[in-house]
Each structure stands twice: as structure tokens, then as C-alpha cells.
T-cell receptor, first 112, second 113 residues
Framework: SQKIEQNSEALNIQEGKTATLTCNYT??????LQWYRQDPGRGPVFLLL?????KEKRKERLKVTFDTTLKQSLFHITASQPADSATYLC???????????FGAGTRLAVHP | DVKVTQSSRYLVKRTGEKVFLECVQD?????MFWYRQDPGLGLRLIYF???????EKGDIPEGYSVSREKKERFSLILESASTNQTSMYLC????????????FGDGTRLSIL
């Protein structure tokens, strides 16, 4: 079955720098991959979807890449701000009915 | 904006009790999901439903059941609560088309004493 690996250690960066988070998966390459943000005590919020035929997707300060050869997605936040501090989850399709399998998430802390 | 509402933010119950967690969505979504989230383990799917009265087991259904009598409402039932069911429970909903994002409620933090 599909497994997802996200760096379990928190990522600490300075405000204004680019944060880069990694999502690696095993087994088959999915048709798409999604990224979510989760704040403490809240449910995850959808950010971006990238399809297998897209190498890169952007939304404001966010950029996601998808490398099916490396079985990896990178999630970048440019010009990071303290308000970007949160846990970021990647998710892949898992069977039908729009089911997803989620990574455990990486916590990002942006320091002023 | 899509709203997924979970009935309680915090809940404390005793071992052996029957526990009901309720979830309501307002976007006419076909799919609804129940997850539990534990530190280091991420989100794990308990049950999901793709239509009224239709349900399927997820990855960790043991000790749980679900009910979907109306499209907007999906209930999770702990038949006889045990301490290892202490967790954060998250409900989500989505349209049926593949790739549609899931919309989450803010979770119920359930403690079983």
C-alpha cells in the first residue's frame, strides 16, 4: 500500500526566507497530490492540488512541484511570515470515492 | 464557504459508554469521512460514506460504527468506548469527483477515562 513520508522534525526558519517542505511517497505514482495546512486545534485546510502531468503549480507565495521519477513533491513558501507557522500535510489519492491518505505532516515555525 | 460543523470541540466520557460524534456539512457534498488524528501517526481513516445510507470501512474501523441517514449528516459511534480511543476526531466532506479537496471540521478532542 502507498506510504507517505514527511519530515517529522520541525522546520525553523527566519521571516522573509523561503521554506521548503518535502513529501516522499512509495509505490505507484498518484494521479495528483494535495497539500493542506493545519493550525493547532483546527482541522486541515486545503491549499493546492498538483496533477501528475504538472511539474509545478503556484498560488500567491506558494509553489508546489511534483517529480514522479523521484516520487517526491516539494512545497515552497516564499517570503515566509510568522503567520505561515503551522503544520503542512501532503495527501495522495487512496482508492475511489475521493479517499486520501495523509502524511503525518511537517511543522513549520517562522521566526521574526 | 463550505462549513463542516462538528457537534463538540471537547468531550470526556467513561470507559464502556456509547459515544456519538456528529458532523454536519452545508455544501451538498456526496462524500463524508471520519478520521482520527494522533501525534506522529497523522490522519487515519475510520469510515467514509459516498451517499445516504452507504458506508465503507476505512483503515481502522474496529470499535466504531457510522450512520448517514441524511446527506448532510454523518455520525460516528463508539460502541463501547475504551481508553485507546482517546484522540482527536476529524470529520471531512467532499464532492464525489476525483481530486476534489476535502473540507474539514475543527475536530472533537475526545478523552475516555
Amino acid at each position: 500500500s502507498q506510504k507517505i513520508e514527511q519530515n517529522s522534525e520541525a522546520l525553523n526558519i527566519q521571516e522573509g526566507k523561503t521554506a521548503t517542505l518535502t513529501c516522499n511517497y512509495t509505490n505507484y505514482s498518484p494521479a495528483y497530490l494535495q497539500w493542506y495546512r493545519q493550525d493547532p486545534g483546527r482541522g486541515p485546510v486545503f491549499l493546492l492540488l498538483i496533477r501528475e502531468n504538472e511539474k509545478e503549480k503556484r498560488k500567491e507565495r506558494l509553489k508546489v512541484t511534483f517529480d514522479t521519477t523521484l516520487k517526491q513533491s516539494l512545497f515552497h513558501i516564499t517570503a515566509s511570515q510568522p503567520a505561515d507557522s503551522a503544520t503542512y500535510l501532503c495527501a495522495l489519492p487512496s482508492g475511489g470515492y475521493n479517499k486520501l491518505i495523509f502524511g503525518a505532516g511537517t511543522r513549520l515555525a517562522v521566526h521574526p | 464557504d463550505v462549513k463542516v460543523t462538528q457537534s463538540s470541540r471537547y468531550l470526556v466520557k467513561r470507559t464502556g459508554e456509547k459515544v456519538f460524534l456528529e458532523c454536519v456539512q452545508d455544501m451538498d457534498h456526496e462524500n463524508m469521512f471520519w478520521y482520527r488524528q494522533d501525534p506522529g501517526l497523522g490522519l487515519r481513516l475510520i469510515y467514509f460514506s459516498y451517499d445516504v445510507k452507504m458506508k465503507e470501512k476505512g483503515d481502522i474501523p474496529e470499535g466504531y460504527s457510522v450512520s448517514r441517514e441524511k446527506k448532510e449528516r454523518f455520525s460516528l459511534i463508539l460502541e463501547s468506548a475504551s481508553t485507546n480511543q482517546t484522540s482527536m476526531y476529524l470529520c471531512a466532506s467532499s464532492y464525489g469527483l476525483q481530486g476534489q479537496p476535502q473540507h474539514f471540521g475543527d475536530g472533537t478532542r475526545l478523552s475516555i477515562l
